[in-house]
């Protein structure tokens, strides 16, 4: 996912914005869902981490100044991100009188909390790609790269269902592909961590 543009964190800082705290809660909410149940939670759980960070920025922002120099705001959210899946764990852990023994115990073999968040980053990143390419091509294109997505049909198939050939399902699959890889390495460019 691109850097967070400061242009948006300003304007979500005017509460009346609704167009950007629906471009803001599309962009982050999937990313700190995501990143929640990664961590293990469930969906109930993981629905609220997301609504307990969105409600500290809510918080937060009266009082907040986007200064890149003094971080970047992904890695602000990821901290957050973390704090409450740990408070929601604590609760968790609480309510089945685990003490940290117990805790420290039970297995882990999920990814650290850095790599769950750059995943979940990574993944979201993909998914507003991916709508986007779907903006750039055709309807029919996008019709083939879907079902080829799929994998139920061949490409024979599609090309039947669609009235296209063979050649044309093949070429959709690589112009969409094409579009996602050159915007993912614009990101990587743009934001390297």
């Given at each position: 996912m691109n850097s967070t543009r400061a242009s948006l964190l300003a304007r979500v800082r005017d509460f009346a914005d609704g167009a950007a705290w629906q471009e803001f809660y599309d962009r982050y909410a999937p990313v700190l869902y995501g990143y929640a149940r990664s961590c293990g939670l469930g969906h109930a759980d993981a629905e609220e981490v997301r609504d307990r960070c969105l409600d500290r920025l809510l918080r937060d922002l009266p009082g907040f100044v986007y200064d890149r120099s003094r971080g970047r705001f992904k890695s602000w959210l990821s901290a957050v991100a973390r704090?409450?899946?740990?408070?929601?764990?604590?609760?968790r852990r609480?309510?089945?009188n685990l003490d940290t023994a117990e805790l420290l115990?039970?297995?882990?073999?999920?990814?650290?909390?850095?790599?769950a968040w750059a995943?979940?980053?990574?993944?979201?990143?993909?998914?507003v790609?991916?709508?986007?390419?779907?903006?750039?091509?055709?309807?029919?294109?996008?019709?083939?790269?879907?079902?080829?997505?799929?994998?139920?049909?061949s490409p024979g198939e599609i090309a039947g269902k669609l009235r296209m050939s063979r050649g044309q399902v093949y070429k959709a699959k690589w112009?969409?592909?094409?579009?996602?890889?050159?915007?993912?390495?614009?990101?990587?460019?743009?934001?390297?961590?």
């Amino acid at each position: 996912m691109n850097s967070t543009r400061a242009s948006l964190l300003a304007r979500v800082r005017d509460f009346a914005d609704g167009a950007a705290w629906q471009e803001f809660y599309d962009r982050y909410a999937p990313v700190l869902y995501g990143y929640a149940r990664s961590c293990g939670l469930g969906h109930a759980d993981a629905e609220e981490v997301r609504d307990r960070c969105l409600d500290r920025l809510l918080r937060d922002l009266p009082g907040f100044v986007y200064d890149r120099s003094r971080g970047r705001f992904k890695s602000w959210l990821s901290a957050v991100a973390r704090t409450k899946v740990a408070d929601v764990l604590r609760l968790r852990r609480d309510r089945r009188n685990l003490d940290t023994a117990e805790l420290l115990a039970i297995p882990d073999g999920g990814p650290s909390p850095a790599e769950a968040w750059a995943e979940q980053w990574r993944l979201q990143g993909l998914r507003v790609e991916l709508q986007r390419a779907r903006q750039r091509v055709s309807t029919q294109f996008w019709s083939a790269f879907e079902l080829l997505l799929e994998g139920e049909l061949s490409p024979g198939e599609i090309a039947g269902k669609l009235r296209m050939s063979r050649g044309q399902v093949y070429k959709a699959k690589w112009q969409v592909l094409r579009e996602v890889r050159a915007a993912m390495a614009r990101q990587r460019t743009e934001d390297p961590a």
